[in-house]
């Protein structure tokens, strides 16, 4: 009869990769003549691993810090579709205490890993947001679909390339968006038109502004309409991150550089 050591043996057995999420030193150190890639995924690199992956917020779920974990290693190229990965994290304070061993598949790589890490705001300004559109998408606006359009980060540039279509809700409020008070505020204004502006550390600039950016150039998926333009013209023009979610299809799309970096359906995410 196989003993506990042999089952976990079979699930290390040819792994292709193993990934250390947030390692003491002395754990990270028992790797060192591993055949397999040793693969250092943290905040900060304080072990100082030859192969690390920034791991852009905390996650407290460990099923989407490992999600998040494995799509960073596939953007850095240290793994690929169909390798096997061994996930060595921690579910209960105390150190590294749980194996997972995950078949890299494409579905993994939506691009929001990206959107995170390297987008000019905070990566926790960019998720309190893109979870506002997520739940916006779920639930719509008392049961009925909704667009909206968030333009994260540059706040300046983005009010300089927009105009106001009416007053500002914001305008001397010091809020941000994250707080589930300022959050019900949002999915309550994104009924009207406008986009709102937040900036790079989450405070709410304004609601209801028209972006005026040039559209030449902007190359956006056919269907997409007025709303995804100018989502997708305003961070060709600004460092901003644009987070659209569509009335119509009610996908969450997001745009950085002037293209689509993000394409996800809230009821799947």
Known sequence: ??????????????????LLFSPT????????DDEAEIVVVAPDNDVDADVFVELPLPFDNVKDRIRFGIEGAMDADLVAEGDEVVCIASVFDGGSDAVVRVTVDETVHTGIYD????SRAE???????????????????????????????DAGKVMNKSRPLS????EKSHVHVGDPIVNVMLKEFSRLDGAFVVSDSGKIVSAYRYLEPGAEGVDIPKGLGARHMAGGAITRDTNATAIVLSESDGLVRAFKAGELVLEIDPEEY
Not at 25 to 32: A, G, N
């Open 1 to 18: 009869m196989a003993s506990l050591t042999d089952h976990l043996s079979d699930l290390v057995e040819d792994a292709d990769a193993a």
């Open 25 to 32: 030193s002395s754990f990270h150190d028992r790797f060192e």
């Open 115 to 118: 959107l995170f890490v390297n």
């Open 123 to 153: 990566p926790s300004v960019i998720r309190d947001v893109f979870e506002v559109a997520i739940e916006l998408g779920r639930k719509g606006q008392k049961g009925k679909p909704v667009g909206a359009l968030f333009v994260v980060g």
């Open 167 to 170: 007053y500002n809700p914001f």
